[in-house]
């Protein structure tokens, strides 16, 4: 775990485009973030946020320009899985799990990378779904569920390795008003008891407002940070 209040997440001068370069997405993004904060990136849709969420994670490569996250290079394939497996914590605005298998089974998949002992990961798991109130659902399939359900149950498998910082991608996005609200509410709590940085990407103002600052995204530009 980083020292509260050190810079965990950077991004200097930052590009990219698509479509051999006729396609703008970022311009000259910079931004640092402090361990244990929960900073939103807010703007409309295709203003660049999810980009950068994206390049943070190694999901994607600048063009140009510096990236470090826990002190690891994302753009070096080498670092990669290093940051995925013990670093990093991904959730997403559809949640990418796997429907034929359980609650339980879908919450343990990061484990398997790093071979974590059985006993362990089970208790990990049992932790995590008795926090987020999934504890009851562990045998299910993840088809059975609600979407609140399933966008916990993703909550839990980013968190199960213990990262230090998690990217949340419209995390509310797909679901109604009210699952939203308690799935952001749990989102900070979750990172307040266990002190890790979040980088919440959202189009939605009130969730931004929530978070400790936010950085406003429009037309590929970070703006100045309200």
Known sequence: MSDRGSIVVRARHVWKSYDQGRVSVLQDASLEVRAGEVVALWGSSGSGKSTLLHLL???????????SVCGLDPTLESNR?????????????????????TVEE????????????????AARVRDLATRVGL??????????LSGGERQRTAICRALLNAPAVLL????TGSLD???GDSV????????????????LATHERRFAEACDRI???????LLANL
Do not use: W
């Not at 995925?84 to 959730?91: K, S």
């Not at 950085?215 to 530009?221: A, E, H, Q």
């Open 106 to 121: 879908n919450i343990r998949i990061p484990a398997l990378a790093l071979g974590r002992p059985v006993a362990e990961t």
């Open 177 to 179: 008003e009210a699952t």
């Open 81 to 101: 899985l290093e940051l995925r497996r013990r670093h990093l914590g991904f959730v997403f605005q559809l949640h990418n799990l796997i429907p034929d298998l």
């Open 57 to 67: 994670g190694g999901l994607d490569t600048p063009d140009r320009g510096e990236l």
């Open 215 to 221: 950085v406003r995204v429009r037309d590929g530009r």
């Open 135 to 144: 504890q009851h659902r562990l045998s299910h399939r993840i088809q059975d």
């Open 168 to 171: 949340a991608d419209e995390p």
């Open 184 to 199: 952001f509410a749990l989102l900070r709590s979750l990172a307040q008891h266990d002190r890790i940085t979040i980088i």
